[in-house]
């Protein structure tokens, strides 16, 4: 089965910092997604990749697919505390498939 | 986007006994899903729940233990039943949206079994 590896599993920030937080694949990957989460609450779409090289931002929040390392990367820019959480990333199962296995995720704290 | 609901937020149950969770959206969707999330764990599909048919689960869960109902194209319920410890978790449901583009989720169930 597809597992999904997140590191760090946390990391704690000083505002104003950059972060960045990797996912990586054990096969082959067919889109990914990222989320963000607060405590005990539901998930926040950030953004989704679809191919290889693509990269999407949002306000300062950067991601990328790497299709061939089977990875991908979120990147904060001047971190701020409403950046903290726990971020996500999902992955289809197979091909044109929606079922998403997730990782273990990646606990942030961004100290003001 | 897709705006999703998730009744009761939160619950406090005793073992034994049994919770229907509802999920209603506010538009039609094709799929919806049901994940959980253990404490201090990541997400994990229980089952697709399908329109008009039986949901289909995902290995290591089974309908006895998670009956769900999916009547209409904006509606779900899972029931999370004979309730023990070890069913305290976040319970989620999740749509898809935008052809594949984009997958949302509900604010989650947080079920305490005591």
């Known amino acids: 089965s597809q597992e999904l590896e997140q590191s760090p599993q946390s990391l704690i920030v000083q505002e104003g910092k950059n972060l960045t937080i990797n996912c990586t694949s054990s096969k082959t990957l067919y889109g990914l997604y990222w989320y963000k989460q607060k405590y005990g609450e539901g998930l926040i779409f950030l953004m989704m990749?679809?191919?290889?090289?693509e990269e999407k931002s949002h306000e300062k929040i950067t991601a990328k697919l790497d299709e061939k390392k089977q990875q991908s990367s979120l990147h904060i820019t001047a971190s701020q505390p409403s950046h903290a959480g726990i971020y996500l990333c999902?992955?289809?199962?197979?091909?044109?498939?929606?079922?998403?296995?997730f990782g273990g995720g990646t606990r942030v704290l961004v100290k003001p | 986007s897709a705006v999703i609901s998730q009744k009761p937020s939160r619950d406090i149950c005793q073992r034994g006994t049994s919770l229907t969770i509802q999920c209603q959206v506010d538009?039609?969707?094709?799929?919806m899903f049901w994940y959980r999330q253990q404490p201090g764990q990541s997400l994990t599909l229980i089952a697709t729940a399908n329109q008009g048919s039986e949901a289909t689960y995902e290995s290591g869960f089974v309908i006895d233990k998670f009956p769900i109902s999916r009547p209409n194209l904006t509606f779900s319920t899972l029931t999370v039943s004979n309730m023990s410890p070890e069913d305290s978790s976040i319970y989620l449901c999740?749509?898809?949206?935008?052809?594949?583009?984009?997958?949302?989720f509900g604010p989650g169930t947080r079920l305490l079994v005591l």
């Open positions: 990749l679809q191919k290889g090289g």
């Open positions: 538009s039609q969707v094709t799929m």
């Open positions: 999902g992955a289809p199962l197979k091909a044109a498939g929606n079922k998403l296995t």
């Open positions: 999740s749509l898809v949206a935008g052809g594949r583009e984009t997958q949302y």
